[in-house]
């Protein structure tokens, strides 16, 4: 089992910046860990939930279309390997959902989510 827990999430204005992190716990062996892919989804109110970004123990990274060149993905080093960080940056109004941290391969594991909202 992993748990995940998410932070970062608040009120920002249009153009503004936030970072989200994402603690990884549990039963997580090295080898689990390196066959391990995290990502970040988000579901805004009356949408289902999409992908926004994920990466891979390699630093593999693949992103939505729309936000491609303002949010930056990443893992911590060395024995922060399970910590997962999104660097959101030009935040706009459409941005505004729950993003919910997940863990893949093996398992699915979600986190319980933070709410960002980007006012406009």
């Known amino acids: 089992q992993v748990q995940l827990v998410e932070s970062g999430g608040g009120l920002v204005q249009a153009g503004g910046s936030l970072r989200l992190s994402c603690a990884a716990s549990?039963?997580?062996?090295?080898?689990?860990?390196?066959?391990?892919?995290m990502g970040w989804y988000r579901q805004a109110l009356g949408k289902q939930r999409e992908l926004v970004a994920t990466?891979?123990?390699?630093?593999?990274?693949?992103?939505a279309d729309t936000v491609k060149g303002r949010f930056t993905i990443s893992r911590g080093r060395g024995n922060a390997k399970n910590t997962l960080y999104l660097q959101m940056n030009s935040l706009r109004p459409e941005d505004t959902a729950v993003y919910y941290c997940n863990w893949k391969f093996p398992g699915n594991f979600w986190g319980q989510g933070t709410q960002v909202t980007v006012s406009s």
């Open positions: 990466i891979s123990h390699g630093a593999v990274t693949n992103y």
């Open positions: 549990g039963s997580i062996s090295r080898s689990i860990s390196t066959s391990s892919v």
